[in-house]
């Protein structure tokens, strides 16, 4: 839980233990997400508190989340985690040292996230930062090649380091979970719209996760209803599920794709625009490439391992690709062995 220890920033970090800390400062950072979380439903999609342990299993991977009494982390609890993975990659692309410690600016943090700047939402930004620390996660997911099985929070610790004469949070440390960090140095992470925050929405929010994932770089995905529910996490009746579904495909404001429904309660998801390869000038892969992937990698995720790859090959300058499948299998082949 946070707390505020007075004495200045430099006093803060001193009580925190912080010697070594990253600063987020970088302006307009590429919005990064962790591929984990993007796949298992960690955030309640509610906005009364969630007090229920929920256990999600799927494929061999089973995550338990365990509220604590300030309820269960929301998926708008998470833009915290957005932001500072966000600033960490791109530090990391810079070429600057990282840490598992932040040390961020709230104002900056509520203005990136598209946050009012208001007195409540630093009261809101509070209970959102003891949500996150509360909310215990227990799972075998791997994260950055390593499978762990004990429990940890969603983040390890945060404090308000400095508060303005009206009591407001002014600069925050955080200290982000070995597990999350893992992914940012793995560079397990997927770029997401600059609109993401634009969504309110915690349905429209969770289906652009899955979708961002799942679709990628495809020119289209698709995904039984039954199955896209579980992977939101949503305990409504599948009626009511599909209602929201269809409302969502009507106002057709998910970033760079589109729903349609097809007969058998199938959701299609097509890419919109083609703005994200033209930003990075990435190879597109169809379905044909996923079950080669899962041919050659049983039991780990296609979806993360091509995201990987990608990051490999913006790291390695674009080099230009004559056989881009045979260049990304052979990569996983490689990231096998190791």
């Known amino acids: 839980m946070g707390r505020n220890v007075g004495g200045g920033a430099g006093a803060g970090l001193a009580a925190a233990g912080l010697h070594d800390f990253f600063v987020c400062g970088v302006f307009d950072a590429a919005l990064k997400d962790d591929l984990a979380s993007m796949e298992h439903p960690l955030f309640s999609l509610s ?48 070429g600057r040292a990282i840490t598992r410690r932040l040390r961020l600016t709230a104002h900056d ?20 930062f003891e949500r996150l620390s509360g909310t215990r996660i227990t799972t075998n997911i791997a994260q950055g090649g390593i499978e762990t099985t004990s429990g940890f929070g969603l983040i390890e610790s945060w404090e308000i380091v400095r508060r303005s004469r009206d009591g407001r949070m002014v600069s925050v440390a955080v200290t982000l979970s070995d597990w999350l960090f893992r992914a940012v140095t793995a560079r397990a992470v997927l770029t997401l719209s600059r609109e993401y925050f634009g969504l309110r929405k915690p349905l429209e929010r969770r289906v652009y996760e899955l979708v961002r994932k799942h679709c990628g770089q495809q020119r289209e995905w698709r995904i039984g209803l039954a199955t896209l529910q579980h992977k939101c996490g949503s ?31 199938i959701i299609r998801v097509t890419r919109a625009t083609l703005i994200d390869e ?61």
Request: charged share 30%.
């Open 47 to 94: 906005t009364r508190p969630d007090l229920r342990v929920r256990i999600y299993d799927h494929n061999g991977t089973r995550v338990t989340v365990t509220p604590s009494v300030r309820g269960r982390a929301t998926i708008h609890d998470k833009d915290i985690l957005i932001y500072c993975v966000s600033q960490l990659m791109a530090a990391l692309n810079a």
């Open 109 to 128: 943090l509520l203005v990136a996230t598209r946050r009012d700047t208001g007195g409540d939402s630093y009261a809101r930004l509070t209970a959102a």
């Open 235 to 265: 305990d409504a009746p599948i009626r009511v599920f599909r209602a929201a579904i269809r409302r969502t495909i009507a106002e057709a404001g998910l970033p760079d794709y589109r729903l349609d429904e097809e007969p058998g309660d």
């Open 278 to 338: 033209a930003e990075t000038g990435g190879p597109l892969f169809g379905a044909a490439t996923v079950e080669r992937l899962r041919e050659i990698a049983p039991g780990w995720d296609a979806y993360g391992l091509m995201a990987e790859w990608e990051g490999f090959w913006r790291q390695t300058g674009r080099p230009a690709l004559r056989r881009p499948e045979a260049a990304l299998i052979a990569w996983v082949r490689g990231r096998i062995a190791r």
